[in-house]
Structures are given as C-alpha cells and as structure tokens.
C-alpha cells in the first residue's frame, strides 16, 4: 500500500476544499510537514483537516516514517489525549490501541537503554532535606498560629460537636468516658426490644 499517495490525497483534497473555520464544520490545524521534520508554522504548511482526516494523517505519517519517535509520540496523543473544546468523534479499535501503544512503550524503553541514571550528590541530598525540614517548621508555626487564635464558646462548641459527630471514636483511638450503669441498662433495654421486633 503506498501510504505516502494517501496522505498526498488528503492534503490535496482538504486544500482544494479552501477549508475556513467557523463555518459549522468542526476542524484541526495539521502541519503537512511534522514540526519534528523541520516543518514550521507558516500557512503554507498548515492545513484543515477533520478530526478523522487529521488521526489518519497521524496513522500514515508513522507508516512513511517509522523509526520517527516523534512521529510515534503524536499517534498515541491522538489516541489517548484530548483537549477542551476537542471533537474527537473517532474510535479506536483494540488491535490498533494495542499496536500503537506497544510501539510507543518498546520506543520509550529502547530510548533508555543507555542513558545513565542521575545521581544526586549528597551536597544537593542535603539542601533537599533542608527544604523539607523548612516544610515541616513552615507547618508547624501556621498550626501554632492557628492554635493561639482565641475562639468564642459558640466555635469551641461547633467545633467539638463537629468533631464527634464525624469521627468514629474505635477507629481513632479515642477515649470515651466509661459509661455509667444506668446507661449500660437503656442500651441493654434497647437492644432487647429490636431482637423482640426482628
């Protein structure tokens, strides 16, 4: 199949077309020469296309070139990523999802065989750690803050309302009051009349 001919026909036809937007038609710009092979951002080498016409260019263009990493890289974002205001209408099917996204993975591993992992030195280690400790004082001093601000009775009140109401106190460890014998007999009568209606 001569993938090259069938790009050449899309560009041909969407320029013949004299496509112009806001027209109702939904379109993407397309660079007919990729940015990654030296294509640049004049109107010469842009062009409308559908968003089916612009996925199938991406497809083509990875079967021209298919050692362009770049080129691989723009498929699979055509796939997988979508912006606002995209219509991207188009599916994807299981075999070609996988192709390309095992493509995309073999490339990116075959890009990091080689490269040597970066070491921090300990000197840039230890102002990290410095960084972190300042985080933690920076915590710290707002909680302190926050502590220190006198409340009215009203917030102190709503606040320990609040704080019961939404924490299970077996869960968090809290300490509750033992309860009193009275009390014990209530939930003991409680429990007895549920079992009764059950």
């Not at 496509?19 to 020469?33: A, M, Q, S």
């Not at 092979?37 to 263009?61: C, P, Q, V, W």
């Not at 009051?177 to 007895?192: C, D, F, G, H, V």
Request: a positive charge; charged letters at 30%; glycine letters at 4%.
């Amino acid at each position: 199949m001569n993938f090259q001919k069938i790009y050449n026909q899309i560009i041909e036809r969407a320029q013949s077309e004299e496509r112009i937007t806001g027209t109702g038609t939904y379109y993407e710009r397309h660079h007919i020469v990729p940015k990654c092979m030296d294509g640049d951002n004049s109107e010469s080498n842009l062009i409308l296309l559908t968003a089916r016409e612009h996925f199938i260019a991406h497809k083509l263009l990875c079967e021209i070139y298919p050692d362009n990493d770049k080129l691989i890289y723009a498929y699979w974002a055509m796939m997988t990523l979508k912006k606002p205001g995209q219509e991207r209408n188009y599916h994807i099917g299981a075999k070609e999802y996988e192709r390309v996204r095992i493509l995309s993975a073999n490339r990116s591993s075959e890009n990091q065989k080689g490269v040597p992992k970066i070491r921090i030195p300990k000197s840039e280690t230890n102002n990290l750690n410095q960084r972190a400790r300042k985080s933690e004082e920076t915590k710290r001093k707002i909680s302190e803050t926050l502590k220190s601000k006198p409340k009215s009775e009203k917030q102190i009140q709503a606040y320990a309302a609040n704080r019961m109401r939404n924490q299970n106190p077996w869960n968090k460890g809290l300490k509750l009051p033992p309860l009193s014998t009275e009390t014990k007999q209530k939930i003991s009568e409680a429990l007895l009349q549920k079992k009764i209606h059950l």
